[in-house]
């Protein structure tokens, strides 16, 4: 999901010499050795009666170690772990790996004979595992995943089974984008501007024959549910998936075509237009298309045939551009309208799709802008039914006065003839009332809508309908490191499951097989493994060649993190429930449509198969912006990358955390140019100093302290929870760093060192600090002479009583400008503050004689007077 570049490594350290004696580096191994021994940030299990969250990061991708576009995601997301635990909480946060998918099946391929995929997947796992752990990340180490082990893909392929039984796993032949190069089927979002993702090559549509799961059978409840989403994903989230699904409502209307005994259905989100259908469009690449095609002379088929061979080169992007010219091919057919009896052309045309609605279009150019860009381009007849200058409300026209309070003359009063489509080039899509429509005339367009649905359904010819713009996901892929399909090809021409209990079908050995693309899956390939036995009768039978789209991997990995050495059951349902959903799900925005809508599709057949309780994934979808360099996305493919495993040494975890935390707003772009690294370092080696140089004992009494730099503590510790929870954590680092300076001026003044309030901020600062430099916390904790670590400590409370100002600095301006300032209380009521202010000298002498027109008093903190 997370993916990852390959960079280089060295075990030795290089440091930058230690600020004043803080060896960062040292600190940072002395205390990830702690950790790994004493491993402290395990869950609790059943009998732990804390309140429970589930933080977890978008799993990563192990194509080489991670870089620093991945250190700010999993540095977001240790903070909230961190934080959640300080607040009381028994948190679990887990890690694993998407480790199936096409970058290791390539570098297998790369590497020659006897390469394996396995093999380069599992020594990039264990270089991540060093990296996050020389992170400081906490995790539950003991519930790590690997999707490519079989111990999990067994659990893909029970999912399928279950899916199968239930309608909602089919296989069927259709167009998909294929890569020529990679000779594998590519999902939607891995081609960009008509070219492979991966290699760039130019994509083409193919036929094959592939296996889907039916998501569309869910996609009312996906768009519905997402209103149980508002104020905890982000809008942005929101918007692409309700545009993704795309639900329109509308009716399906049957229209005859001539020479064609059964009727060609249409879906339209505008029915009561249909009397000005003037011809009809169907996709150059659906079955309709090729069988209407069939029937037509010589000449039509050959240029029919022409035009399909360039639409296949097409991406659907392209094809449903709006500022393309409009291309077609005439079949020589017509359809008859239904509600009027005219013979409607049928043309074939890329804008429409064959898989939208039923592949064909009833064509209304006077109502529809891209219909009418078509009948200009080829001269068909354009019939207006929607009079759009007819007035629907009825509402009072406005008149408007000149300065003499004269009528002004409005003009010529717009009439239908001026905004003849068929002139003007420009649809009618807005309100009116229907004309030249029959028994329609006169209503509204919502009125005629609701009308004409009755006619249809009464006469036999249509009925209320609805359209998706979703597709049902197409999870078949033709290479071999993947989850292989568990289903078997009988010599009878059945498709029968794998039984359950000789799952997990695991994958062959790889060094025996040629996995160069070929435009089948290399599991093909693999001939003993292909020999199975139909379970039904015992006969020869062949394997599913094909593996699943890696996508299936990530639908229910979170579920898996409950149980992931549990060999018999895909997670026990009593833990989905106490733990799950996810409370906080924190990585890139590029997952925003498809790994989400998957997860909650599979999210909602879980919930179908009552083996959960809830619909919904994700609680709260944090989504963090880019790390920038030059420019652009960190990518190896771009060159540009900076290295993770270097930054662990010089300038260390803890600077590269904090700088990357420190850096802006979790959802904005980062350009690494202007993140800091050497200023963190600074910032941490004065917190270590203001540590070593507490000299009170852990049992000094705090209220004896500092009463300013109590109250600085406090401020923070009363505001830190809800800037986290509102994830600016920038500002809690910001907030920090006042208050190591405000410490540091209290122990400079004397004898500050004993105050009370030094060691009470210092103690602040190490259990904060843990969020962003867990290494230098845990250090300073110990300096401060506890035992344990910090990152377990409760978060301290703030006194109220600290909270409260004294005063605050009253600003009093004339006319806009400031004249003056007053130190008044903080509770000071309108009337007294406003006394005040009259009385200041420098506001007297502003106003001199003139009069005060208009005062306005909000205290404590402003007066503003007004004199004209």
């Known amino acids: 999901m997370i993916g990852t570049s390959l960079v280089s490594h060295t075990d030795t350290p290089v440091t930058s010499a230690p600020a004043e004696g803080y060896d960062a580096y040292s600190i940072q191994q002395k ?103 020389e992170y400081g990340s906490s995790y539950d180490w003991s519930r790590i995943l690997h999707t490519s082990d079989p111990e999990y893909y067994r659990w893909n392929q029970w ?125 150059p690449d659906s079955d309709l298309a090729a069988e209407l095609a069939a029937g037509s002379t010589a000449e039509v088929r050959m240029r029919f045939q022409d035009y399909l061979e360039r639409v296949q080169r097409e991406t659907d992007i392209e094809r449903q551009s709006t500022d393309r010219p409009k291309t077609g091919v005439f079949l020589d057919r017509f359809a008859i309208n239904p509600v009027n009896g005219d013979r409607l052309p049928i043309w074939a045309a890329d804008y429409v799709l064959a898989d939208y609605g039923h592949g064909a279009v009833m064509a209304v150019p006077a109502h529809d802008q891209r219909d009418l860009d078509f009948a200009r381009a080829f001269d068909l007849p354009v019939k207006v039914v929607v009079d759009t200058t007819a007035p629907i409300t009825g509402a009072i026209p406005v008149i408007e006065l000149d300065d003499d ?80 399909i568990p289903m078997i090809h009988t010599e009878d021409g059945r498709i029968v499951p794998v039984p359950d209990d000789q799952l997990p079908l695991e994958l062959p050995d790889a060094r025996g097989l040629d996995l160069k693309p070929r435009g089948t899956s290399p599991l093909g390939g693999a001939t003993e493994w292909m020999k199975t036995t139909d379970p039904e009768t015992g006969e020869p039978a062949l394997r599913d060649p094909d593996t699943m789209d890696t996508f299936v991997d990530s639908s229910w990995y979170f579920l898996r993190f409950l149980a992931p050495n549990d060999p018999t059951q895909a997670f026990p349902s009593a833990e989905a429930n106490r733990w799950a959903p996810v409370d906080s799900y924190i990585g890139g925005v590029e997952h925003a449509i498809l790994h989400l809508l998957y997860a909650r599709f599979i999210t909602k057949v879980l919930f179908d198969m009552g083996l959960i309780d809830f619909t919904e994934p994700f609680t709260s979808l944090v989504n963090q912006g880019m790390v920038l360099l030059g420019g652009s996305k960190m990518s190896k493919s771009k060159g540009n990358l900076v290295e993770f495993a270097s930054s662990m040494i010089d300038p260390g975890a803890d600077a590269s955390r904090v700088a990357m935390v420190f850096a802006g707003p979790v959802e904005d772009d980062i350009n690494w140019e202007d993140v800091s690294t050497t200023g963190a370092q600074k910032f941490l080696a004065r917190a270590w100093r203001v540590a070593k140089d507490v000299s009170s004992e852990p049992d000094a009494i705090w ?19 809800g800037l986290v929870e509102q994830t600016k954590f920038n500002v809690v680092v910001a907030r920090l760093m006042e208050l190591v300076n405000a410490t540091r001026k209290v122990i400079d003044s004397g004898a500050g060192r004993a105050d009370p309030a030094v060691r009470e901020a210092a103690e602040a600062t190490a259990m904060i600090l843990d969020l962003f430099a867990p290494h230098l916390a845990e250090e300073m904790w110990q300096i401060l002479g506890y035992e344990g670590f910090v990152g377990l400590v409760p978060w301290r409370t703030a006194d109220p009583t600290l909270l409260v100002e004294e005063t605050v600095t009253a600003i009093i301006q004339v006319d806009g400008k400031v004249r003056g300032t007053l130190q008044v209380p903080a509770r000071i009521d309108a009337a007294e503050l406003e006394r005040l202010a009259r009385a200041d000298e420098k506001v007297v002498r502003a106003l001199g004689d003139r009069e005060i027109t208009r005062t306005v008093v909000r205290p404590p903190k402003v007066v503003s007077f007004s004199t004209h």
């Open 31 to 133: 205390w990830q050795a702690r950790w790994a021994e004493a491993d402290p940030f395990r869950a609790g299990g059943a009998d732990d009666k804390r309140p429970r969250k589930f933080v977890l990061g978008m799993f990563p991708y192990p194509s080489g170690d991670l870089h620093m576009g991945h250190a700010e995601n999993y540095a977001y997301v240790d903070v909230v772990a961190r934080f959640w635990r300080h607040r009381g909480y028994n948190v679990l946060n887990p890690i694993g790996w998407d480790s199936f998918g096409l970058p290791a099946e390539n570098a297998a391929i790369k590497g020659g004979a006897g390469s394996d995929p396995r093999e380069w997947t599992y020594a990039n796992i264990a270089q991540h595992k060093k990296s996050f752990r």
């Open 703 to 721: 209220a004896e302290g500092d009463l300013s730099l109590r109250r600085v503590t406090h401020r923070l510790l009363a505001d830190a929870p």
């Open 159 to 283: 999912l399928f089974q279950r899916l199968y039984e239930r309608g909602l796993a089919y296989r069927k032949a259709s167009p998909v984008n294929w890569c020529p190069n990679d000779q594998t089927v590519l999902a939607n979002e891995q081609v960009v501007d008509g070219h492979c993702e991966r290699c760039g090559a130019e994509v083409v549509k193919k036929n094959l024959t592939q296996w889907y799961f039916k998501i569309t059978d869910y996609a009312d409840r996906l768009l519905d549910d997402l209103n149980q989403l508002e104020g905890f994903w982000p809008q942005k989230v929101l918007r692409m998936q309700r545009n993704w699904i795309g639900r329109s409502v509308g009716a399906d209307i049957d229209f005859e075509i001539e020479g064609r005994a059964d009727k060609v259905t249409v879906f339209s989100t505008r029915p009561d237009t249909l009397h000005g259908a003037t011809f009809m469009v169907v996709a």
């Open 405 to 484: 309070g004269v009528p002004i003359d409005p003009g010529p009063v717009e009439t239908l003839s001026d905004v003849d489509p068929a002139r003007t080039g420009i649809a009618l899509t807005g309100e009116g009332r229907l004309i030249n429509s029959g028994s329609l005339d006169g209503l509204s367009k919502r009125n005629a809508i609701a009308r004409i649905i009755e006619q249809l359904e009464a006469a036999g010819t249509g009925r209320a309908a609805k359209s998706y713009r979703l597709r049902d996901w197409l999870i078949s892929r033709q290479r071999f490191w993947g989850t292989p």
